[in-house]
């Protein structure tokens, strides 16, 4: 059986962007993260806070990670439903400015 930090790091990954399972991985990070029982205690200094630097870290980035592409998925159904409308969003980047060049001397 291979065993690595990179499958722990991947099963997370998959199961936290699952939705099935979602809320069961975040709150039991942070139960994790809560308790007094953890992989190296808490009791020796900087030792003790690695492991939970990490979840925190893998936590906080796959959440936000989801939320970024759930305000991008939102973004783009109300864009696609503003041209099926007829109507085009107000962007700088679609907005074209047609300016007459004169020569000043």
Known sequence: MNFS????????RNTIRN??????VIGGSLLYLL???DI?????PIIGW????????LLVAEVS???LERLKA????SSAQANAAGTTPASPDDSVVDVDAVSVK
Do not use: C, H, N
């Open 40 to 44: 190296l205690p808490d009791i020796f």
């Open 50 to 57: 690695i492991d939970d630097g990490v979840i925190a870290t």
């Open 35 to 37: 308790s007094p029982l």
């Open 19 to 24: 939705p099935k399972y979602r809320w069961w």
């Open 74 to 77: 939102g973004k783009d159904t």
């Open 5 to 12: 930090l990179e499958s722990i790091y991947t099963w997370y």
């Open 65 to 67: 990670q989801m939320l």
